[in-house]
């Protein structure tokens, strides 16, 4: 059932990198919401590729996100993760996991709005639905802050991000894991034509291990096209900026408003 599950996910990703099909595929957010009485549900795929000495490890993950508009300015938003991990040393396998990871829910307030300039807020949990005993979930309940900033400056816009998390763990999980961390991240878009969109980041997370200092860092580059005013796609890249990040991801996926 892994196995078939993992073919499944392989060819949607690889017929949304071949077939592009919103910028909620970047870690970096913006203070944009639905509006109330709206809904949108986002849909993306990553394939990660990352080598360390003998040891190869590929990942990959599918995650659907809806959006619900409660009032104009403030969200609800509900992650559904699913991730499978391969990792073999010199050609022996170590490890081949996968399934459901742990389900988030967040708010996003978007509280200031001063001519082009606006911040959001966005306060979330994330719910242990993960087996633990497959390095799917922390087994326990987390929570994270983000604080949302965007400039727009059409065709050009400007992000800023910096976020709090904490997660809960298992007694005997603490020793090598910190359980609090923070993420930075710096981002812009650019309006190619009314429907084409070039997006960037450059993030920056905690490590999570306790006997590094290295965070993790990446960039990402993403081309978005709205097919009409409901339906848009998009397909990008990510490189790792340092050793704990994954060498490079490929990413796609596909945003759908209603009603």
């Not at 000495?53 to 619900?68: C, F, H, I, K, N």
């Not at 309940?141 to 992000?159: R, S």
Request: aromatic share 10%; charged share 20%.
């Amino acid at each position: 059932m892994l196995k078939r599950c993992k073919v499944i996910l392989s060819a949607v990703i690889l017929f949304c990198c071949l077939f592009p099909l919103n910028s909620h595929a970047l870690y970096m957010d913006d203070t944009g919401t639905t509006g109330f009485m709206k809904c949108s549900l986002d849909v993306y795929g990553e394939y990660g590729w990352d080598r360390s000495g003998p040891t190869r490890t590929t990942s990959q993950l599918l995650e659907a996100d809806l959006y619900v508009g409660l009032l104009d300015s403030l969200d609800l938003i509900i992650g559904l993760p699913f991730t499978w991990q391969q990792v073999k040393e010199n050609g022996t396998t170590l490890a081949d996991n996968g399934g459901i990871a742990d389900i988030s829910l967040d708010l996003k307030w978007r509280f200031l709005e001063l001519g082009p300039f606006s911040l959001a807020i966005k306060p979330g949990i994330t719910v242990p639905s993960g087996d633990h005993s497959k390095g799917l979930g922390s087994d326990r309940l987390g929570y994270a802050c983000l604080l949302i900033g965007t400039l727009e400056l059409k065709p050009l816009a400007l992000y800023a991000n910096l976020g709090y998390f904490h997660q809960e763990l298992l007694e005997q999980d603490r020793p090598g894991t910190r359980m609090d961390g923070w993420k930075a991240a710096l981002g812009s878009s650019y309006d190619l034509t009314d429907s084409l969109h070039l997006k960037g980041e450059v993030v920056a997370v905690s490590n999570s291990d306790r006997s590094s200092r290295n965070w993790p860092s990446f960039m990402t580059a993403q081309l978005y096209y709205d097919l009409n005013s409901r339906l848009s796609v998009n397909a990008g890249i990510r490189w790792g900026l340092s050793e704990p990040a994954a060498d490079v991801t490929a990413i796609s996926g596909f945003t759908f408003n209603f009603p």
